[in-house]
């Protein structure tokens, strides 16, 4: 077993210690997502579980001593990130690239008005006649 | 005093204690962002306790790392400055993405809460599932303030005029 930290003694305690509470708090996420009433919870939960796992990683990385350890701690966090977005879209519709369900509508939303283009298309071409005809 | 600092020049031993001091505060914002997620009553409140102690927590923890490997004369780890940008700014977002998405569902509110600013804006939509099924399921005991609260709501019409309020209770 590796340890870097045989000779800074109390950063090595710290450790050891922290590395106790992550521990701790990722068996917490754990009791969470197995008694979570709704799918958020679960899933927030899972969220949470990667962040204490990429803490753990980050944990071992200071008794090896090298930065080799935090491509995993990119990795993961780009992984749970994107689950997440994922699970925002399947909660809402059934499915995540196009809609199971009817999609709602805002009423006050901004939107186009339709013919709008064909109409300053047509003031463009009005102006560029009037000032073709001031020259002729 | 030697026996637990390595440092044997003058100010070295401050350098060590405050990277004990960031593992320190790291790992209990941690477990108490966890903590929280057992006590509070609401999956609303549940993402307040969650995603902002979780995120300070791992910050803490890569700023020791990233410190103890300049100390240590290793050198300046680029991986764990990029780790630290991306985590501040994903881990947010995705957690508010889920709430929205849950709201929208009709995940109901805890009943002891006061405001809800967003419904009004929500309940104007028709084809919105979640409106209708948390004007069912919320409902307040009689004797909280909760109810007095709630009870008056300001609507706006297409026009953008205030309407009057609905069911103005009065003390």
């Known amino acids: ?136 | 005093m030697s026996e637990l600092f390595h440092g044997t020049q003058g100010a070295d031993w401050m350098f060590e204690l405050i990277i004990c001091l960031f593992l320190v505060v790291g790992g209990i914002f941690c477990l108490g962002g966890s903590i929280g997620l057992l006590r509070f009553p609401d999956i609303y409140c549940k993402m307040q306790a969650l995603s902002k102690p979780v995120t300070l927590g791992i910050f803490n923890l890569i700023i020791a790392y990233i410190l103890f490997l300049l100390y240590a004369g290793i050198g300046l780890s680029m991986k764990g400055l990029l780790a630290v940008v991306f985590l501040l700014l994903t881990i947010p977002i995705g957690s508010h993405m889920i709430i929205k998405a849950s709201y929208r569902s009709g995940v109901p509110i805890w009943t002891e809460s006061l405001m809800d600013q967003l419904a009004p804006l929500h309940s104007r939509e028709k084809d919105n599932p979640g409106a209708q099924i948390r004007a069912e399921v919320r409902k307040a005991p009689e004797d909280s303030l909760a109810q007095d609260i709630h009870s008056v709501r300001v609507f706006t019409d297409e026009d953008g005029q205030h309407a009057e309020p609905e069911d103005k209770k009065k003390p």
């Open chain 1, 1 to 136: 077993m590796i340890d870097f930290l045989v000779s800074y003694p109390l950063i090595g305690k710290c450790v050891d210690l922290i590395l106790f509470m992550a521990g701790l708090a990722a068996v917490i996420n754990l009791v969470t997502i197995a008694r979570g009433k709704t799918l958020a919870d679960r899933v927030i939960g899972l969220d949470a579980l990667g962040t204490q796992v990429m803490a753990l990683i980050v944990l071992y990385a200071f008794k090896h001593g090298t930065d080799l350890y935090m491509s995993a701690v990119l990795v993961i966090s780009i992984l749970s990130f994107v689950a997440l977005v994922v699970w925002s879209k399947y909660i809402q519709q059934g499915n995540v690239v196009y809609p199971l369900k009817a999609p709602h509508k805002e009423k006050n939303s901004l939107h186009i008005e339709e013919g709008i283009w064909e109409r300053t298309q047509a003031k463009d071409a009005e102006e560029k006649q009037k000032e073709v005809q001031k020259y002729e």
